[in-house]
């Protein structure tokens, strides 16, 4: 029977997740039964009450004290469960406005003032004004860069297929390596391999020694 293996670290911050989430359920459920039970103390009507008027005045006195005490109870809860959510990652905070598009969006903080100087330069302009960097070689390369790494990527996804087809095994260690087996593939797979790398004499190597 197989073993399913997993990092420490990843073990970890499953157990981290797992109990953070457990923990604010459980507060949360608890600040709900005490919303529940605040909402329960109710006063009882004289009209439909056969007692004396001190008793209902005790009684009423009583459910005031024990609403105010509910309300303190919610309130505590409430604060523990903002503070556990708080650990969770990606919480919108209460400041962020919620609406359909874009039109409530609020200006929380600014920096400097905008220009609107005529013929301002945007930061592309810069690059090429201060000769950091040559676009036109950039884009020569970069053409013959993305026509070499596809044909690259076709050609290895090619030959691991192949591979696939001939012994149906997916696993170098069951195949005992390529070179024994397929020593042809093994051979072009190796020079593919070396041109993902972009060693000299490579086409990805020869993209980055392109002039104009």
């Known amino acids: 029977m197989a073993k399913a293996y997993s990092h420490p670290l990843t073990l970890y911050f499953s157990l981290f997740a797992f109990t953070t989430e457990s923990r604010i359920n459980v507060v949360n459920s608890s600040w709900r039964i005490s919303a529940w039970n605040s909402t329960r103390s109710t006063k009882k009507s004289p009209n439909s009450s056969t007692g004396n008027a001190s008793k209902l005045i005790k009684e009423s006195e009583e459910t005031k004290k024990s609403i105010a005490d509910k309300e303190v109870e919610v309130g505590e809860t409430l604060s523990l469960l ?78 691991a297929g192949t591979s696939y087809d001939r012994l149906r095994l997916l696993y170098l260690e069951k195949m005992g390596g390529m070179a024994i ?11 593919l391999s070396m041109a993902s790398l972009a060693l000299p004499g490579m086409s990805g190597f020869v993209a980055e020694l392109i002039k104009e």
């Open 82 to 159: 903002n503070s556990k959510m708080e650990t969770i990652g990606n919480l919108i905070h209460d400041f962020v406005p919620i609406s359909n598009d874009e039109a409530n969006n609020v200006v929380v903080r600014s920096w400097g003032e905008k220009r609107v100087e005529p013929k301002l330069k945007n930061h592309v302009d810069l690059v090429e004004l201060l000769e950091i960097a040559d676009t036109n070689k950039g884009l020569n390369r970069a053409i013959l860069q993305i026509i070499s790494h596809g044909f690259i990527g076709v050609a290895l996804f090619f030959l």
């Open 181 to 191: 087996p397929m020593p042809k593939i093994f051979m072009v797979f190796t020079i």
